[in-house]
């Protein structure tokens, strides 16, 4: 079970500064999409300097022109690029290309896929590499949560890892490490926290408590 953590809205340095903070305790750094806004694959390039040890994951959502874009944040150094569950399979075949060519993954964010059950399977069936459940900042505003989308995913996913994000702290990540996804994904849960290092220390701890005991 891996942490991911999620940069989005803090200037580049600030970020940087951030991942040093907590580098100890997270495995994966996701780049995000207002942070590929501002910064394009430099933001990629500079944590792949800064932090080589640690995976790169390049948000960018794609959902058009799917080998050029995920060529993109391949060869600035991301591991993981994601696209759109709601595009087109000839969207998600091109991704997947890319990532095959560079020994790279693709992570299907599923916002706003209607029919989960149905859209996994296709996913599946095209090679997809990682299932995100995705609440986003909008929805979690309005109250929606993604513990229920998770146990969705892992009822029917068969062959993806799941990775899961929306709101996850240390307050709450107890429900999620239950149901086991392979990537627990945080943003401000860790990075407005009053110490973030602290609060991605108790996460982690909860993830490998979880890991354990499943021993």
Not at 54 to 64: Q, V
Not at 145 to 164: F, G, H, S, W
Not at 189 to 213: C, F, H, Q, Y
């Amino acid at each position: 079970m891996k942490l991911q953590l999620a940069l989005d809205e803090l200037p580049l340095q600030e970020a940087l500064n951030l991942a040093e903070k907590v580098r100890e305790y997270i495995d994966i750094i996701e780049i995000g999409t207002p942070f590929i806004i501002a910064e394009g694959m430099k933001g990629v390039r500079e944590f792949k300097e800064h932090f080589p040890e640690k995976e790169i994951l390049a948000d960018e959502k794609i959902m058009d022109g799917g080998y050029f874009e995920s060529e993109l944040a391949f060869r600035a150094g991301a591991e993981y690029v994601t696209a759109l569950g709601v595009t087109d399979d000839l969207t998600i075949k091109a991704c997947i290309k890319a990532a095959e060519k560079f020994n790279k993954q693709l992570v299907v964010d599923m916002i706003c896929v209607e029919d989960l059950p149905t859209r996994i399977q296709e996913l599946e069936s095209l090679g997809a590499h990682v299932l995100a459940v995705h609440t986003g900042a909008d929805q979690q505003a309005a109250g929606r949560q993604p513990i229920e989308d998770l146990r969705t995913m892992k009822k029917y996913a068969k062959n993806a890892k799941i990775a899961v994000a929306g709101g996850i702290n240390s307050e709450t990540i107890y429900q999620y490490v239950e149901l086991e996804p392979a990537i627990i994904i945080v943003g401000t849960g860790i990075t407005k926290a009053d110490d973030p290092a602290i609060e991605a220390k108790l996460i982690k701890e909860a993830m490998s408590a979880a890991v354990k005991g499943a021993e």
